[in-house]
């Protein structure tokens, strides 16, 4: 029986998983560490994504980073299955059910150590409720651990559910907290009777004052509930028309955006 590792078969073994190839060579310590360098690289460079804010150097050293060290992998698990002997004795691991447990086991691992460290979750904006902070098509990245143990500040950018329909998610800016008087004097919005601190991101492009969505209020917003406004003032859909958000509707804060057709957003804080 020919036994020899197969280049081709150890590195299609360690694409499909960190490690993998290297155990199919005989080498299970070598596998493990290769398998423990990938968790460490790729949350390294997931934090120069989320931290780093030269756009879109930290996408790229995330996307790089991880590829690099997949490229790595695979060249020098080719390498060494070009090494073994003719001869090689079969490991009690190398059969394909120990194969298919060394995956199972990957995934655990990652599953456990990317939500217990980050939490984070990617969003695909559907509409220009946003614009132009959040433009449509666009994917933002979020941390759903925002607000689980500090409430949102006024200016902050949240994934709600909708108190029409929780299956539905609205991306939108918090301006009033619970307690906070809000009202809008033909499109001026006012906080507690003062004029709010619009980001310049904010914009209108209807000239005309309607009822409801250039003049409401005063309005009391209750207690556990956050009132929310789209960047797009004239064509967005938030809580002039659906109320205030419960504070259990609140999904999370939005932080980067990882993807978008205009390159020059990519890697984008979100503020």
Not at 167 to 181: H, K, M, N, Q
Request: aromatic share 14%; charged share 20%; proline share 5%.
């Amino acid at each position: 029986m020919n036994t020899q590792r197969k280049p081709i078969v150890a590195t299609l073994l360690a694409l499909l998983s960190p490690g993998l190839g290297y155990l199919y060579c005989g080498e299970w310590r070598k596998a493990l560490y290769w398998l423990l360098g990938f968790l460490l690289v790729s949350n390294l460079c997931y934090a120069a994504m989320v931290y780093v804010d030269i756009h879109p150097t930290n996408v790229l050293l995330f996307l790089g980073g991880v590829l690099g060290f997949w490229l790595c992998q695979l060249a020098m698990t080719w390498q060494m299955a070009g090494r073994q002997s003719k001869d090689y004795v079969l490991r009690r691991y190398n059969r394909w059910y120990w194969y298919v447990l060394y995956c199972a086991v990957v995934l655990v691992l990652i599953e456990l150590t990317y939500p217990a460290i980050w939490n984070h979750r990617g969003f695909r904006i559907v509409s220009g409720s946003m614009s132009d902070v959040l433009q449509a098509g666009e994917m933002v990245l979020t941390d759903l651990d925002a607000y689980k143990s500090s409430p949102p500040e006024r200016g902050d950018v949240v994934v709600v559910k909708s108190p029409q329909n929780t299956d539905v998610l609205y991306v939108e800016r918090c301006v009033a907290l619970p307690g906070d008087t809000v009202e809008m004097i033909k499109k001026e919005l006012l906080v507690n009777g003062a004029s709010f601190a619009e980001p310049e991101t904010v914009n209108y492009s209807d000239s005309t004052i309607k009822p409801k969505r250039d003049d409401f209020g005063p309005y009391v917003v209750p207690d556990q509930h956050y009132f929310m406004l789209g960047d797009n003032r004239d064509n967005a859909w938030d809580s002039r028309y659906w109320g205030p958000v419960h504070e259990d509707l609140l999904v999370a804060r939005a932080i980067r955006i990882y993807y978008s057709s205009d390159w020059s957003r990519i890697g984008l804080r979100v503020e």
